[in-house]
């Protein structure tokens, strides 16, 4: 995934909630985010390295999760881990990046305190550090928008790329997208999948690497 999508961009506010604030902060804010649309600029330039790693998994016979990792098994070697070759694409901006959370209505204050507590987005290795929270009345030109209530803008940034950008259904609560419950998030009933065209265009590539640039600027 080339951007943060509206999905993991609302549930790390919501993490950053219950770490700062509490549960009741946390489920406060998922009531007003699930209903926010989600506008997103990508950096000026972006990579995407093809590369291979090892690393330590547990093995089956040692209490493996049933999951995909199982399927790169190596046999043990007197200990509960085995050494293995995986394949990661990473993907690295060259320079910042905009997220914007529309709200009909006032922003609540309780959205600008929790921005600065987010430290991630999405998982395994998204790290970001929020750098300015500001207040604006409409989205960055170019960006990308995600509303749930089904607003568009009026000029579309016509890219190269084609990407699925999940966010909250209308059936999702706190306690089935959270990872510990034993309720299961569905796909269409709590998160939904929507496609748009991301303003980035194809620069150069090899076996390397992928390099992308934004479109859409005025400069």
């Known amino acids: 995934m080339l951007v943060p999508t509206p999905y993991a961009v609302k549930c790390a506010l919501i993490d950053a909630a219950y770490r700062t604030e509490g549960e009741s902060a946390g489920r406060g804010l ?28 547990r093995v089956r016979e040692y209490g493996a999760d049933d999951d995909a990792a199982a399927d790169d098994e190596v046999p043990p070697e007197g200990g509960p881990f085995g050494s293995t070759l995986i394949y990661r694409e990473v993907c690295s901006f060259g320079g ?94 709590d998160r939904i999948v929507h496609f748009r065209v991301l303003p980035l265009r194809h620069e150069r590539s090899s076996h390397h690497f992928s390099l992308y640039r934004r479109v859409g600027d005025k400069t």
């Open 96 to 189: 910042p990046f905009e997220i914007g959370l529309g709200f009909r209505g006032h922003a609540p204050p309780a959205v600008r305190d929790v921005l600065w507590a987010i430290n991630y987005l999405g998982r395994r290795g998204g790290f970001v550090q929020v750098t300015s929270v500001e207040h604006r009345t409409e989205p960055h030109p170019i960006s990308v928008i995600v509303d749930p209530k089904g607003w568009k803008p009026s000029v579309l940034v016509a890219g190269d790329l084609v990407a699925p950008l999940d966010d909250l259904g209308p059936g999702a609560t706190v306690d089935r997208i959270a990872p510990f419950s034993e309720e299961q998030a569905r796909w269409n009933r």
């Open 30 to 57: 998922f009531a007003l985010l699930k209903e926010a649309a989600t506008a997103i600029l990508p950096p000026p330039f972006l990579a995407v390295t093809n590369t291979f790693m090892r690393a330590q998994r």
